[in-house]
């Protein structure tokens, strides 16, 4: 049964920072891991979207990494902002089944100080 | 273009009572996932549709139903609601139903408290 973990739980870190956010899976059998926001109270905004294929996924400040054999993707985030504070998620696509199922982990509460 | 939305925002219901919660995919999207996420964790896969075909059922009794419209508009349903219902209920929009090779988007979620 795959299983996804993020380590850690939270993390306070003083603007300007680069940070990277860890994620870790069970099973390498994936078709994809994407990385999503969550601001309190709301729904996933989506950010990187890794394919099996890929090392990794660049968006302006921010740089994911995958690498399925060890069943691990980390997110970094350069030079943080305040603005960046909220709960990352990753989730994986798991090989087979006909459903687009993704299975998360609990996240990262990120808090970005000024 | 319009994302992902949901209605309602927030909902308070009793335990015992039935609860519809609706869903509206991006345009052009077909495929609508269901996903309940209490505080603190992430979230868990509920149902998937494509084409107005359930295609997957998470590990959830059968309380929970939903169906999907010709718009590919949604309805998750729940019955004989319980205290532990209470969560943020989210849908995902995607364009296949395999969802291989392409992001998969959510909308801002429905907040259930069933008291």
């Known amino acids: 049964k795959q299983e996804v973990t993020q380590i850690p739980a939270a993390l306070s870190v003083p603007e300007g920072e680069n940070l990277v956010l860890n994620c870790s899976f069970t099973?390498?059998?994936?078709?994809?891991l994407q990385w999503f926001r969550q601001d309190p109270g709301k729904g996933l905004t989506s950010l990187l979207l890794?394919?099996?294929?890929?090392r990794e996924q660049t968006s302006g400040r921010l740089n994911a990494s995958l690498d399925k054999s060890s069943g691990r993707s980390t997110l970094y985030i350069a030079a943080s902002q305040p603005g960046d504070s909220a709960t990352y998620l990753c989730?994986?696509?798991?090989?087979?089944?006909?459903?687009?199922?993704?299975?998360f982990g609990t996240g990262t509460l990120l808090a970005v100080q000024p | 273009d319009a994302g992902v939305t949901q209605s309602p925002t927030h909902l308070i219901k009793t335990r015992g009572q039935h609860v519809t919660l609706r869903c509206s995919p991006i345009?052009?999207?077909?495929?609508v996932s269901w996903y309940q996420q209490v505080l603190g964790q992430g979230p868990q896969f509920i149902f998937q549709?494509?084409?107005?075909?359930?295609?997957g059922r998470g590990n959830f009794p059968d309380r929970f139903s939903a169906r999907q419209f010709p718009n590919y508009s949604s309805e998750l349903n729940v019955n004989a609601l319980l205290l532990g219902d209470s969560a943020l209920y989210l849908c995902?929009?995607?364009?296949?139903?395999?969802?291989?090779?392409?992001?998969?988007?959510f909308g801002p979620g429905t907040r259930l408290l069933v008291l």
């Open positions: 995902a929009s995607s364009f296949t139903s395999s969802g291989v090779g392409e992001t998969q988007y």
């Open positions: 099973d390498s059998a994936i078709y994809n």
């Open positions: 890794i394919q099996s294929s890929q």
């Open positions: 989730a994986v696509r798991e090989y087979g089944g006909a459903t687009n199922k993704l299975i």
């Open positions: 345009s052009g999207h077909k495929s």
């Open positions: 549709y494509y084409e107005k075909e359930e295609r």
